[in-house]
């Protein structure tokens, strides 16, 4: 059997900063326990032939492109969600013709390659499919994988950070470079932390436009967001903690002109509740104890978390 080559990169939770880190606010971002990795064997037909797996080890999406043209040969799509085997494969070879522009030797040889990815979460748990799979591809191509996130997609990049950090991060945007800083984030409550799956994936990507269509000059809303980024990781008492969320989800709502997720779905809820990235989809935080699973559960949600289950 030929050398195989591995990669693999950590999923993310940002969980302060959405939206605002975008215009150069400050985010606090935790790795996860969960990613992807990719497992690259070389062969001697000049085609790249890919197969994409799930959690449970089943293929949902395969591609063969020829090379070194990489010109799409065949696709298939094995889901219920929404897109096709076209549209992700065109994805796929947009990133992957992105990182040759980047590193012109890549993927140019006479033979070709067998590539497999295999997420260890659901696809539609949001904790970063696409940008485990960019941080990847970077790595694999031995390119700087902002720059080929930001000539595939957008967004500020803080996943492409928590992909290739194993330590909580703060994250922020200079002169539009990206700016990582390890950090020591361990709450003495973490206990009383929880993380609680909304039964949708959020996309990003419309969050983001959305976004971009509300959002008036928020030089003020910026600064406070940075602060509260900070202030938590200070943050000594639980209470302390649920006061900075509140208050952070209240500017948030105020940006986007949406409503907190707990005014929307769980105003009985006992405890505070902050949406994490994009809002409407994906997971929640909740601060609560022993039976806040139970009050999810009773509402129809079944995927819960605790901190120290989800964070690496």
């Not at 590539?115 to 031995?142: H, K, M």
């Not at 989809?281 to 509402?299: N, Q, R």
Request: charged share 25%; proline share 3%.
């Amino acid at each position: 059997m030929s050398e195989l080559n591995r990669f693999y990169s950590n999923g993310k939770l940002l969980l302060t900063g959405e939206y605002l880190v975008l215009d150069g606010a400050t985010a606090l971002a935790v790795p996860t326990k969960f990613g992807q990795d990719l497992i690259i064997e070389k062969i001697k037909e000049p085609q790249l032939i890919w197969g994409s797996f799930t959690h449970t080890g089943e293929c949902w999406f395969e591609a063969i492109f020829d090379l070194p043209k990489l010109r799409l040969a065949n696709a298939t799509f094995n889901s219920d969600q929404e897109g096709s085997a076209e549209f992700i494969a065109e994805t796929l070879q947009t990133i992957l013709q992105e990182a040759r522009k980047l590193n012109t030797d890549f993927l140019q040889s006479e033979t070709g390659f067998v590539v497999n990815t295999n997420l260890t979460f659901p696809r539609d748990w949001g904790l970063g499919s696409s940008s485990t799979l960019i941080n990847n591809i970077a790595q694999w191509a031995e390119v700087n994988a902002f720059a080929l996130l930001w000539n595939s997609f957008s967004g500020s990049g803080y996943d492409i950070a928590n992909a290739q950090n194993d330590t909580p991060i703060l994250y922020r945007l200079e002169d539009s470079q990206p700016k990582a800083e390890q950090i020591n984030f361990n709450p003495s409550f973490k206990d009383q932390l929880y993380f609680v799956h909304l039964n949708k994936k959020q996309n990003s990507r419309d969050g983001i436009s959305r976004y971009k269509e509300n959002r008036t000059s928020a030089e003020n809303e910026n600064k406070r967001i940075s602060e509260i980024s900070v202030e938590i990781l200070k943050a000594k008492t639980l209470q302390v903690f649920e006061e900075l969320i509140v208050e952070h989800e209240q500017i948030v709502s105020r940006t986007v002109k949406l409503k907190p997720i707990k005014e929307e779905l769980f105003s009985d809820y006992f405890g505070a509740i902050k949406s994490l990235g994009a809002w409407g989809g994906d997971f929640i935080l909740a601060t609560g104890d022993e039976s806040t699973p139970d009050y999810f559960k009773a509402k129809g949600y079944h995927t819960i978390l605790s901190y120290s289950e989800m964070v690496l």
